[in-house]
């Protein structure tokens, strides 16, 4: 819908209640006439302790994610961004696009997710060996390794921090984030992911990539990024990454 804040597109932004970082990163990333618009998942409880306990979080999350796009499709959203990605990447790349087509049925408009953005930013750049880091438990990790193996991706390691709940996630340190991406590199490597979007990573991931010649992608910039171009906003800029300055 045309607004005076956001004439260009309006996006409705699916994000868990813990989560504190998408909303600034966003609109530290935001082109002029683009407006974001959150609705938020109520988290129960936050603790990611465990790979049960990572489990079970999903499943509460699961629960109340329609009434999240529900109360945002109340201000009428051009397109919608899944500003969360762990549910995404779950069940691997036939997971995905039934979680798209769900919220497709949900809402009547199309959606960016991060696990889809991820795939087609690496496709941009014809890379194809990539290294892996999130925030989660390793259930989490593998679930983010098979999308990328069904998908054709060879996925040379997945490094997860194992943040004990999902608010941690965004205490986590740039110099953590740089660590756990270099775990995950070598000559052989195309480039460098970074799944979990309460891993605040966007200024980690360009001046990474500027120092290793390669790309490295935080999730919300890809993310943003997709949602942006699908919507035929083709603004390049500087600070984020090549990604926003060149594709």
């Known amino acids: 819908m045309v607004n005076v804040v956001g004439p260009r597109a309006t996006f409705g932004v699916i ?7 998408v909303e600034s990163e ?6 002029p006439g683009v407006s974001f618009h959150a609705g ?10 465990s790979d049960d306990n990572f489990e079970e979080f999903l499943v509460r999350l699961r629960e109340q994610l329609a009434t999240a796009v529900r109360d945002v499709m109340t201000c009428h959203p051009d397109y919608l961004i899944m500003g969360m990605s762990a549910e995404t990447f779950w069940g691997g790349a036939a997971g995905n696009a039934r979680f798209e087509a ?5 809402s009547g408009l ?6 889809s953005a991820c795939q087609l930013a690496l496709n941009e750049y014809g890379a194809r060996r990539i290294g892996v880091i999130t925030p989660y438990q390793s259930v989490g990790d ?4 098979q999308f990328f193996t069904d998908l054709g991706f060879e996925v040379a390691g997945v490094h997860g921090l194992k943040c004990p709940t999902a608010t941690s996630i965004a205490e986590v340190p740039a110099s953590t984030i740089e660590e756990a991406f270099l775990s995950v590199d070598g000559p052989d490597v195309d480039a460098l992911v970074q799944a979990g979007t ?13 120092r290793l010649g390669k790309p490295v992608l935080a999730i919300n910039t890809a993310t943003l990024w997709h949602a942006l171009r699908t919507n035929g906003i083709d603004d390049r800029f500087d600070g984020f990454g090549s ?4 594709h």
């Open 15 to 21: 994000i868990p209640s813990t989560n504190t970082v």
């Open 26 to 31: 966003y609109y530290e990333m935001r082109p």
């Open 40 to 49: 938020r998942i109520w988290i129960e409880d936050e603790d990611l302790g």
């Open 102 to 106: 769900w919220i497709r049925e949900l």
């Open 110 to 115: 199309s959606v960016s997710t991060g696990a």
């Open 142 to 145: 593998e679930q983010v390794r």
């Open 198 to 210: 309460n891993l605040s990573a966007v200024h980690v991931a360009p001046e990474l990539e500027a």
């Open 243 to 246: 990604l926003l300055a060149e």
